[in-house]
């Protein structure tokens, strides 16, 4: 289990913009398993939408590959480094995600070579699959 100081260890990003809360498993360059509890008090809820907060798929998506990243940046030779999208590919929104969900982000690499790999994604909530597809990354140095 990683707590939010481990995981910025990990991964650059930071708030408003650091996607999970903990990590509850990963293996290094493998998988990785993250929450995100969503909070009304976030910024992207004043405006998505005033009348029925949702939050917005692209954040799921982002949290998503934020826990990929967990997994692919905490390699030993991926330390220090950044990995960014190349790709999001068979992306599919099953259920929105509101504030008081807990976001369960899970997240297998499937294939990489060199600095390029994809990861097969899913985030549920209470078991519902809100968000599942494909993400591509590229590993940068910083």
Do not use: W
Request: aromatic letters at 6%; a neutral charge; proline letters at 7%.
């Amino acid at each position: 289990m990683l707590d939010i100081n481990e995981i910025m260890n990990i991964i650059p990003q930071r708030a408003p913009f650091l996607m999970i809360d903990k990590v509850e498993e990963y293996v290094p360059g493998k998988s990785c398993i993250a929450y995100k509890n969503v909070c009304i008090n976030e910024p992207h809820f004043q405006g998505h939408f005033p009348y029925k907060p949702i939050m917005p798929g692209v954040l799921i998506v982002e949290a998503l590959a934020q826990a990929g990243a967990v997994a692919i940046l905490s390699l030993e030779e991926n330390k220090g480094k950044n990995a960014l999208f190349a790709g999001i590919d068979k992306l599919k929104f099953k259920t929105p995600v509101l504030p008081g969900d807990v976001l369960k982000l899970e997240v297998n690499i499937i294939k990489q070579k060199g600095p390029i790999g994809v990861g097969e994604a899913v985030a549920t909530v209470n078991g519902k699959v809100a968000a599942k597809g494909e993400l591509t990354f590229a590993i940068v140095d910083k």
